[in-house]
């Protein structure tokens, strides 16, 4: 099995399509039936096309926690769909299954998801949101039907048809399907083999697997945690009816959120924020003024994460410091951190915000990408290389902001200081709503959350 670190090449991605099609007609069998466990049934079918429903008929609580989590929002998120039709138009198909396979990767997999070619040098993706394969983004099966792990990225893994897999197999699961005890399943490789992305042309987009795998939390000391420990807590639950046992979490509670309607949509906004807000300590303290200055540092730890601040697709994840300063009138004398008119951050990079001159002072967390000419670009298959501004675990990030004394002298100041995260700047989202990709406005509700905030006050001589 290969481990991938940002060092790693991309596999040649096929030629072919462009617009995304959401086509309601089935074009194979979508599985999900009752007889679709029963081993050497008539008409039975290979394992891993279980629908995530028919999962649910017998492991309820893990059915009720996936319906809601972001694995089954994956290929009915609005924004990924505008995404995927303009990778394809951009590429004229040849980005192909890449964003796919990890979006629905059984439907990949099985070439649910062609790209076909519609005329006129014109192509589609083959989107048929009526199978529960394709729709259902990352199904049941996807984990535990995996046998083995080529590689941690882009979907490198191998399903088994006959069986499926669990961190300890239970003898009376047999009796609907045969089970195995995988080492697998539990571990962080798992995890790994879709949250470690590099692009077509050989960028790296996601490195999340890789930055656990060099943290604390996997350095073979008896308090080290896998993905799951964080991401799948464990409790007393039915694993199925009638027997109550030791289970795991479905829910996948990760950064993302759901920006239409969508099953527990207010739960798992709850428990984002629970988590981001445990991720981050944030401290403010006066330091050595500066002639006629005083020095106010605000700093940020990256706590209680065994990967980077932000992690996963950080050229669309923000994490900034937003910074304000107020006299003794309460009036507010200094300022970083804060959104232009259309509710951007003023990063100072062109076409990002509405003022080209931006923050200067902006203390922000994620990644820009580049292309081959070495320019800023917005989407992940345009990316040539990428440049990260993350926090590793346990690192801190900080900034000493210098404000006049003429502003604040023989004052008593209130100092106040908030770290916020966003899954995507507005920007982006904009710019996919104007050109039709995007059908629904959503640039405007993309939640901030706030993950810490504190204030202090001192007294200027």
């Not at 198909?93 to 998801?113: L, R, V, W, Y």
């Not at 401290?283 to 932000?310: F, M, W």
């Not at 292309?371 to 990030?397: I, T, Y």
């Not at 200081?417 to 709503?433: G, S």
Request: charge should be negative.
């Amino acid at each position: 099995m290969l481990f991938v670190f940002p060092s790693c090449s991309n596999d040649e991605i096929k030629p072919i399509g462009s617009d995304v099609r959401l086509d309601t007609r089935p074009t194979v069998d979508q599985g999900g039936e009752k007889d679709l466990n029963k081993d050497g049934s008539q008409g039975a079918k290979d394992l891993h096309l279980a629908s995530a429903e028919s999962c649910g008929e017998c492991h309820k609580a893990h059915y009720s926690d996936w319906k809601g989590s972001m694995h089954a929002y994956a290929t009915t998120d609005p924004i990924y769909l505008a995404m995927l039709e303009r990778g394809i138009n951009d590429t004229q198909g040849k980005i192909d299954q890449f964003c796919i396979q990890c979006h629905a990767p059984i439907a990949s997999k099985e070439g649910m998801t062609p790209i076909e070619s519609l005329g006129d040098g014109r192509y589609g993706a083959k989107f048929d949101q009526s199978n529960p394969l394709v729709s259902g983004g990352v199904v049941c099966v996807t984990c535990h039907a995996m046998e083995k792990a080529e590689a941690t990225l882009n979907a490198k893994f191998e399903l088994s048809k006959t069986t499926y897999y669990a961190a300890s197999a239970n003898p009376r699961g047999q009796e609907e399907h045969p089970v195995e005890t995988s080492t697998l399943l539990p571990s962080s490789v798992m995890c790994g083999t879709c949250h470690n992305v590099v692009n077509p042309k050989g960028a790296l987009i996601e490195n999340t697997f890789s930055e656990w795998y060099a943290s604390p939390y996997n350095d073979g000391d008896a308090d080290d945690k896998t993905c799951q420990d964080c991401h799948m807590p464990t409790y007393r639950g039915e694993i199925v009816d009638g027997v109550t046992t030791t289970i795991h979490k479905h829910q996948f509670v990760g950064v993302d959120v759901a920006l239409v309607d969508f099953p527990q949509k207010v739960e798992q906004r709850r428990l984002v924020e629970e988590l981001l807000g445990s991720a981050v300590e944030l401290e403010i303290k006066r330091t050595n003024d500066q002639g006629d200055e005083i020095a106010i540092r605000v700093s940020l730890k990256n706590v209680n994460n065994g990967h980077a601040l932000p992690s996963g697709s950080t050229s669309d994840r923000q994490v900034w410091v937003h910074l304000k300063v107020f006299n003794q009138a309460d009036e507010i004398v200094f300022e970083s951190g804060a959104l232009d008119a259309q509710g951007d951050l003023k990063d100072r990079v062109e076409g990002h915000s509405l003022d080209p001159a931006g923050d200067p002072e902006l203390l922000v967390f994620g990644s820009f990408l580049f292309d081959d000419n070495g320019e800023h670009v917005n989407f992940p298959w345009q990316a040539a290389r990428s440049q990260d501004f993350l926090l590793q675990p346990g690192q801190v990030g900080w900034r000493e902001y210098e404000i006049s004394k003429t502003l604040v002298g023989g004052q008593k100041i209130r100092v106040e200081a908030a770290v916020n995260y966003r899954t995507f700047p507005p920007f982006i989202v904009r710019q996919l709503e104007e050109e039709g990709l995007l059908k629904i406005k959503l640039s405007d509700k993309i939640p901030i959350i706030k993950m810490a905030e504190k204030t202090i006050t001192l007294t200027i001589p």
